[in-house]
Structures are given as C-alpha cells and as structure tokens.
C-alpha cells in the first residue's frame, strides 16, 4: 500500500519560513519523480516545483528564488523549504509521486500553509 504523509504547514506571519515534508512508503521511493502542487482557496491544483529521479529540479515561477525542492532517498522524503512567504501562497500543499513508466502516481493528503499577519 503506497501512503505519502506530508507535514509541515502551519500559519506563518508575511515573510516568515516553513519547511514542507512528504514521507513516502509502499514505493521504490528512488525511481519516482516529486512534485509539489497547492491548491489556493476558489482555485484550481497548481504545480509548485519537482524533483526528478537524478536530482534536477524546476519551479513555478510565482515561486522561483523563494523554494526550493530537495530529496533524500535515503529517508524517503521531499522537502519543500519555502522562504519570504507571501499571503498569495496560502494553499493547501500537495506532494505527488510519479514512479517512471507507470501509468499513474500517488497524491498525498495535503497539509494547509496559511501566511496571515
């Protein structure tokens, strides 16, 4: 049974930081491909940065320059360290795991990130 369990999320003040995790278990966590998608409130899943089997990373730009995505395969887990947050990053966050030449991956259940003053 694949699970992924993100944790993490939090309300931050404007400016502030969080560090976003996604656990994975039941998959050969090293062949899959990361992503990280949010879902604002009223709005529609967006791609927020991944990470591909050999490290390689790419971002939304909303988010360039502030996130960065890294993994460690050895404990399973993605991170999403999210710097000089902004009330429009207020979602909830996702991680989705793409194991290479399946057909379909895994979602997580999310964990909300809400950035308030």
Do not use: H
Request: proline share 4%; with cysteine.
């Amino acid at each position: 049974q694949v699970q992924l369990v993100e944790s993490g999320g939090g309300l931050v003040q404007p400016g502030g930081s969080l560090r976003l995790s996604c656990e994975a278990s039941g998959i050969i966590f090293k062949n899959c491909i990361i992503r990280w998608y949010r879902q604002p409130p009223g709005k529609q899943r967006e791609l927020v940065a991944g990470v591909t089997t050999g490290g390689n990373t790419n971002y939304a730009g909303a988010v360039k320059g502030r996130f960065t995505i890294s993994r460690d395969n050895a404990k399973n887990t993605v991170y999403l360290q999210m710097n000089s947050l902004k009330p429009e990053d207020t979602a909830v966050y996702y991680c989705y795991a793409d194991p290479v030449g399946w057909a379909s991956g895994y979602w997580g259940q999310g964990t909300q990130v809400t950035v308030s003053s």
